[in-house]
């Protein structure tokens, strides 16, 4: 891909957006000291989190526009490729981002909880609306780890800035559950759509061409991240994407074994199951009864 700037270190994408770095490791920028541009497509060797303040270009994930509008969160982890896309002429950026390197994390308690927050693999229509109380706590610990950055190096420094990271992170996941329940009319509709997904595969050949359907199969044919999509049918339904698709399974496999013309091994393959055995194990795994158990009972 051409015209891709690389940011590797926190320095780099401080110089960058005309930023002293106070620490190597990570920092918080203000966006309108950055110079006017019309921004190229970047790739990010960091973890960051940026605060929208205007529409200046529309940003890139993947093949789609983020959802964002004011007092918007975009999140973005090391590895991605981001940009804007739109406008061939110089706008002035706006807002703050906190940008940290991965190595911050390394010795911390955060090294493994960061694979908790999901939010930062989310794509396109996930971007966090921030109502306006829950703006003032992101910026104002925003302002704490600038605040800590620019007060110089001690024995407390890390630990304070990991501690006001830690703080943010476990904000965002509070403001995302409050965001899954108030865009209910959003959700509401991915939850149905998932319903329907699942009925139209059951009722095509493709689980006897594809198998089984995955998480990541229903999140992409959702276009959808699969983390987004996951946690959002965790909150809406209390069941993992996983186990909502095996309660379907069991369903639509039930509704199968009653009708007697239908041989079990018949229902297998029909079903997605490669092998008849792996059928009873799961059918019998998730209802305490073999398919023929089960066939007898319902006559009985």
């Known amino acids: 891909m051409e015209n891709i700037i690389r940011f590797e270190t926190v320095d780099q994408y401080s110089s ?38 205007i ?27 981001v940009g804007y896309e739109g406008s061939s002429e110089h706008y002035q950026p706006m807002g703050i981002g906190l940008i940290f390197h991965p190595d911050l994390l390394h010795g911390t308690n955060l090294a493994e909880q960061i694979k908790e927050f999901h939010y930062f693999t989310y794509q396109s229509r996930e971007a966090l609306h921030l109502a306006d109380n829950e703006r003032e706590i992101v910026t104002d610990i925003f302002l704490n780890i600038q605040t800590e950055l620019k007060n110089g190096h001690d024995q407390y420094s890390n630990k304070l800035i990991i501690a006001h990271l830690e703080l943010l992170l476990n904000y965002i996941l ?30 095509s050949e493709k689980p006897q061409t594809i198998g089984l359907p995955s998480v990541g199969w229903c999140a ?20 993992s994407a996983q186990e909502y698709i095996h309660r379907k399974i069991i369903s639509v496999a039930k509704n199968k074994i009653f009708d007697p013309r239908k041989r079990l091994n018949e229902i297998a393959f029909e079903m997605g199951f490669g092998y008849p055995a792996n059928f009873t194990r799961f059918f019998k795994h998730h209802t305490g009864m073999s398919p023929i158990e089960f066939r007898k009972s319902s006559i009985s």
């Open 16 to 53: 960058y957006n005309n930023h002293p770095t106070f620490h190597p490791l990570i920092n918080i920028i203000d966006y309108s000291k950055s110079k006017p541009g019309n921004e190229k497509m970047m790739y990010l060797g960091l973890y960051s989190i940026v605060l929208k303040d």
């Open 55 to 81: 529409a200046c270009g529309d940003i890139i994930y993947g093949k789609e526009t983020y959802d964002y509008q004011n007092g918007t969160l975009v999140f973005f982890a090391p590895g991605q490729i």
């Open 174 to 203: 509070r403001f995302y559950d409050r965001q899954f329940d108030t865009r209910k009319e959003i959700n509401s509709g991915i939850l149905s759509d998932f319903e329907a997904l699942l009925d139209h595969y059951f009722d």
């Open 220 to 239: 992409d044919a959702m276009n959808l991240s699969a983390n987004y999509f996951g946690d959002l049918i965790k909150k809406k339904t209390s069941y």
